[in-house]
């Protein structure tokens, strides 16, 4: 049985070592938006990880898009990110 997108990010972000993941598909508002045509979905991400302490929030973003790198070429069409450490 293949993973579900939302659990290959799952298991992609645990790269980061999160204290939490919530992941939400949203591919669902999209449908029939042109960027929509080519499969990939759209997701909302919110990761609370203490890797993140010190960090802007462009680098933040940065670091899970780069967690994410190979399925943001083939499953994933648009990301939105809340990054955040454990004490925001």
Do not use: N, W
């Amino acid at each position: 049985m293949s993973e579900t997108r939302v659990e290959l990010i799952r298991m992609a972000l645990q790269a980061l070592q999160p204290e939490q993941v919530q992941i939400f598909d949203d591919s669902h508002l999209h449908a029939g938006h042109a960027g929509a045509r080519d499969g990939r979905g759209h997701f909302r991400v919110v990761v609370v990880a203490e890797c993140f302490a010190d960090m802007p929030t462009l680098k933040r973003h940065r670091t899970v898009y780069s967690a994410l790198d190979a399925l943001m070429k083939t499953d994933i069409h648009a990301l939105s990110i809340d990054a955040r450490t454990p004490q925001e």
